[in-house]
């Protein structure tokens, strides 16, 4: 397998006080269609599940791709276009107990049902679904739909699944809005934006809403639906009982630390600011009031106001992340912001928690999409704790590939994977992994 090697390791690790290491992608699979997300199922067989967007969970063993997929959704999904597309299977779980139980969770586009709102674009569903002991492929008739959600727009998905330590379920969704940046920067036609694009930013902040959201609920209680947790912060109070954060525009990606139980959220931009968010307890993280560190008015997201509130409609103070970096649009001329922009939107974040790569240790990787929106150029950065509690995180550019970077995941020891896909969508075979190694 090809092995892409990076010197700008050397910078990075040395950058911040350790021993110097160079570190190597070693590319393990090839021929996917858009890999999204990856589920390492932990039973000695060296097996990953790989999550494609348009629609199939492929096993990925020592010598390659299985012949047949875990799970092919593809037919129950809304039919996705071959340009830019965030739509599809969207996220993928294992229960903790998948070694003797085989249950699965998927987050999908599903054609618009006949309840919802005229002129909305699909129905979201999150799944439930089973392997059956000794078989090689999930029987679709095993689903069980744990929640449906219509969405208004194409567009601010989430998507993200995964467990907790303590065995609940995390969701994430987005605000449901339709559009691509503001002004002439809006690349999408006028019928993928809602008719009052503001009134879906506002839903972030609405707790009877579940848009803008991470949801945290009981898959093994209220049959045949889910319980919620008691201690999810709206439970007897006003608001919707399986919100657990909000205040998101995109929470695109989502994963738990298993050292610390921490929840990893990449948060991409609408104008200005990509940020990566470290959730440790229930909380606002402030979209459309804030991006970032950053106060942002939607009238006028451009030229955003020095000062605004920093607590929520609901009084909960808003949470900061742990990293932020400019996006490309800062340099788009009348932007009243002083910076230079780095990317395009942020993928994924995981803290470095394997054996292979020492010098790595309880770091946070983060990943670019690409630098450039029409020329592949996915990147790589390595961030270390701020010296004071609170502040952003410092980071170092580690590495930049000529491809786009879908995702980061994790296998069960903590070892880190890249996964890319060198088009705009879920078409094409241009979709590889790449495993970071020593």
């Not at 071959?82 to 993928?92: K, S």
């Not at 790569?357 to 990787?365: N, Q, R, T, V, Y």
């Amino acid at each position: 397998m090809p092995v892409l090697r990076f010197v700008l390791a050397f910078v990075c690790v040395a950058a911040f006080g350790q021993h110097t290491a160079a570190l190597d992608l070693r590319q393990i699979a090839s021929g996917l269609t858009a890999p999204i997300g990856l589920a390492d199922p932990d039973d000695g067989s060296g097996e990953l599940y790989v999550l494609e967007q348009h629609g199939l969970v492929q096993v990925l063993t020592d010598t390659g791709l299985r012949d047949r997929p875990l799970l092919d959704l593809s037919e129950r999904l809304i039919a996705l276009d071959d340009g830019f597309e965030e739509r599809g299977l969207l996220g993928l779980a294992l229960h903790p107990e998948f070694s003797s139980n085989g249950r699965l969770y998927v987050s999908y586009s599903a054609p618009l049902r006949p309840s919802a709102p005229t002129g909305w674009n699909y129905t979201r569903r999150v799944s439930e679904l089973t392997l059956a002991p000794g078989a090689e492929q999930i029987d679709l008739s095993s689903e069980r739909v744990l929640l449906e959600l219509d969405w208004p727009s194409r567009k601010h998905n989430g998507g993200g699944l995964s467990f907790t330590p303590d065995g609940y379920l995390l969701i994430g969704l987005g605000d449901g809005g339709g559009a691509h940046g503001v002004g002439p920067a809006v690349i999408w036609s006028a019928f993928d934006v809602p008719a009052d694009q503001l009134y879906w930013d506002r839903l972030a902040q609405d707790v009877t809403s579940l848009f803008g959201s991470i949801l945290r609920i009981d898959v093994d209680k209220g049959f045949p639906g889910y319980g919620t947790p008691p201690t999810n912060p709206f439970v007897g109070k006003p608001g919707r009982d399986e919100i657990y954060a909000w205040g998101f525009r995109n929470p695109y990606r989502l994963g738990v630390d298993p050292d610390t139980g921490a929840i990893l959220v990449t948060a991409v931009a609408e104008t200005l600011w990509e940020s990566v968010y470290m959730i440790t307890g229930a909380g606002n993280f402030g979209w459309p009031l804030r991006e970032g560190t950053h106060c942002i008015d939607r009238t006028r997201p451009r030229d955003p106001p020095e000062h605004c509130s920093r607590y929520g409609p609901n009084g909960y103070r808003i949470e900061d992340p742990v990293i932020e970096y400019p996006n490309m649009q800062v340099a788009h001329p009348g932007t009243n912001v002083d910076a230079t922009g780095i990317g395009t939107a942020v993928v994924g974040a995981r803290l470095y928690r394997g054996k292979a790569i020492p010098e790595l240790e309880g770091k946070l990787i983060f990943a670019d999409w690409s630098a450039d929106f029409m020329a592949p150029s996915g990147q790589l950065f390595v961030a270390q704790p701020a010296p004071k509690f609170g502040d952003v995180w410092p980071f170092e550019y580690l590495a930049g590939l000529e491809t786009r970077i879908v995702s980061l995941d994790t296998d069960a020891a903590g070892e880190l994977y890249v996964l890319t896909n060198d088009q705009l969508g879920p078409y094409g075979s241009t979709g590889k992994i790449f495993k970071l190694v020593p």
